[in-house]
């Protein structure tokens, strides 16, 4: 490991010139930004040799990172309620779904994706697992799999909104988790395509309900979340902080208005 820059965990966490540009998020409560030139995974459909991977653009995105997970549950739960007030939600749910091209969805069906999403909001909020703490999230699976995650630090100090993989990994899935890769997660301010997918994208043959609750929670401040794998075979670039807005600046990364309003609302 590296003398000047010293992470707790892994093969891609002992990255020296990562932990350098990671190492000042420790004592940040605020979060910050954080902009990447990344190739995302993507997703690989078919089977032998016709396997084909879709999705895998090469962006350069702006994220504010290390903020708590558990204020953006709060605040989706209120809009999802303020929402649903006005009356429509299911038949403007509906609506959505098939003008999308799916199967129309039951009433039935979106009234239960409604209570699952509301379900999901009140399990982070009243949960005391520290999985849900200012400065952490979840991830798929963390009740199973909690043990394979593990908080990155630089020189002692705990990393806001990241987590490193220290778990067994899956040789024969290359979509499965790379032990020692870290990953940073946070309210996506915007995002710019240098590189379409080779492939396209993958158009998900998707029940009219799952549809459904994809929709829902993109009408949600949750909706902004993302999460992004650092590895050292995707990622391009990475600046933080004081750096980051000048790089979205020359990129030209286009801003979501509705993301810098529940960024103002998740800052204190």
Not at 61 to 84: D, F
Not at 115 to 132: C, H, I, P, R, Y
Not at 155 to 162: E, F, L
Request: charged share 25%; no cysteine; hydrophobic share 35%.
């Amino acid at each position: 490991m590296s003398t000047n820059s010293t992470m707790v965990t892994g093969s891609n966490a002992t990255d020296t010139k990562l932990a350098s540009a990671l190492e000042g998020l420790g004592g940040d409560e605020k979060g910050t930004l954080a902009f990447l030139t990344i190739q995302k995974k993507g997703v690989i459909r078919g089977v032998g040799d016709n396997k084909v991977i879709y999705d895998n653009d090469v962006v350069q995105t702006l994220l504010w990172m290390g903020h708590s997970y558990r204020s953006l549950a709060i605040i989706s739960y209120k809009k999802l309620h303020q929402i649903w007030s006005k009356g429509n939600l299911t038949a403007t749910l509906i609506e959505a779904v098939t003008k999308k091209g799916y199967a129309e969805p039951t009433i039935q069906e979106v009234s239960e994706v409604i209570q699952e999403v509301e379900d999901g909001f009140l399990k982070v909020m009243n949960a005391t697992e520290s999985v849900f703490e200012d400065g952490d999230s979840p991830f798929e699976g963390d009740e199973a799999t909690l043990h394979h995650w593990e908080p990155m630090k630089v020189n002692g100090v705990p990393v806001r909104g990241t987590k490193v993989y220290v778990g067994p990994g899956d040789a024969t899935n290359p979509r499965a988790p790379v032990p020692g890769t870290i990953y940073i997660d946070g309210v996506k301010l915007g995002e710019k395509v240098l590189q379409p997918a080779t492939n396209g994208h993958w158009k998900a043959n998707k029940k009219p309900k799952t549809v459904a609750k994809d929709i829902l929670r993109s009408w949600l401040p949750i909706g902004l979340y993302s999460r992004y794998a650092l590895d050292r075979e995707r990622l391009i670039e990475i600046k933080i902080g004081a750096e980051a807005s000048p790089a979205a600046k020359d990129a030209q990364i286009p801003i979501d208005p509705e993301a810098l309003r529940q960024l103002f609302k998740l800052v204190p």
